[in-house]
């Protein structure tokens, strides 16, 4: 069975500051898919990043960036210089292959809460 | 292109009845995925539909049930509504067999009295 662990609920900072929010994940699969999602308060799921099983590197995306090791089956998603903007629900998900890269398994989310 | 849509976006049932949503994925995309989403229990999967067929189910009772049409717009139904089937149903869209994102709509509240 797939499990993905955000031991962070809510988190606060202060605008300008960094913030990383854990993802832990639990697989047998040897191959899968990791993702994070952004969920504001209207409620749709908004698409940041894929990343597949093969490839460790990380990825730097404007203020984003995201840290995977298999080694310790970690998807951790940096924010740098937070912005209001930014508060919302940040969910990780992981995904098998073949017919089962079709079912997420979601992570409970981290609500991250920006102050001005 | 325009993104998944979701219809109707907010719904108010009483128990027992039993409720329609809809989900037009993205244009081209021909898969269709459908999750819960709650409080206490999160994002759970539902189902998953390609090509008319259901190829993915999750762990959810008889009650939750869905079609697609050949044109991939995709339904779900929920008979005999419980207080417990309040949530957020989220419908996602996948290109194409090679490339496995999700892309999400925005959501239909449904609230059951």
């Known amino acids: 069975a797939q499990k993905v662990t955000q031991a962070q609920t809510e988190i606060s900072v202060v605008e300008k500051e960094d913030v990383t929010l854990d993802c832990v994940y639990e697989?047998?699969?040897?191959?899968?898919?990791l993702f994070w999602y952004k969920q504001p308060p209207s409620g749709e799921l908004v698409f940041l990043i894929r990343?597949?099983?093969?490839?460790?590197q990380n990825e730097i995306s404007g203020r984003y960036s995201w840290n995977f090791q298999k080694s310790t089956s970690s998807f951790n998603f940096t924010i740098t210089a937070s912005q209001v903007v930014d508060s919302a629900v940040y969910f990780c998900?992981?995904?098998?292959?073949?017919?089962?890269?079709?079912?997420?398994?979601f992570g409970k989310g981290t609500k991250l809460s920006v102050i001005p | 292109k325009a993104g998944v849509t979701q219809t109707p976006r907010y719904l108010i049932k009483t128990r027992g009845q039993q409720v329609t949503l809809s989900c037009s994925p993205i244009?081209?995309?021909?898969?269709v995925s459908w999750y819960q989403q709650t409080p206490g229990q999160g994002l759970q999967f539902l189902f998953e539909?390609?090509?008319?067929?259901?190829?993915n189910k999750g762990n959810f009772p008889g009650r939750f049930s869905g079609r697609q049409f050949s044109n991939s717009r995709s339904e779900m139904n929920v008979s005999t509504l419980e207080l417990g089937d309040s949530a957020l149903y989220l419908c996602?869209?996948?290109?194409?067999?090679?490339?496995?994102?999700?892309?999400f709509g925005p959501g239909t509240r449904l609230l059951v009295l």
């Open positions: 697989t047998r699969d040897t191959t899968y898919y």
């Open positions: 539909y390609f090509s008319e067929t259901q190829r």
């Open positions: 990343r597949n099983s093969f490839d460790e």
């Open positions: 244009s081209g995309h021909r898969s």
């Open positions: 996602a869209s996948t290109p194409t067999d090679r490339v496995v994102t999700q892309y």
């Open positions: 998900a992981l995904s098998g292959s073949g017919a089962g890269s079709y079912q997420l398994t």
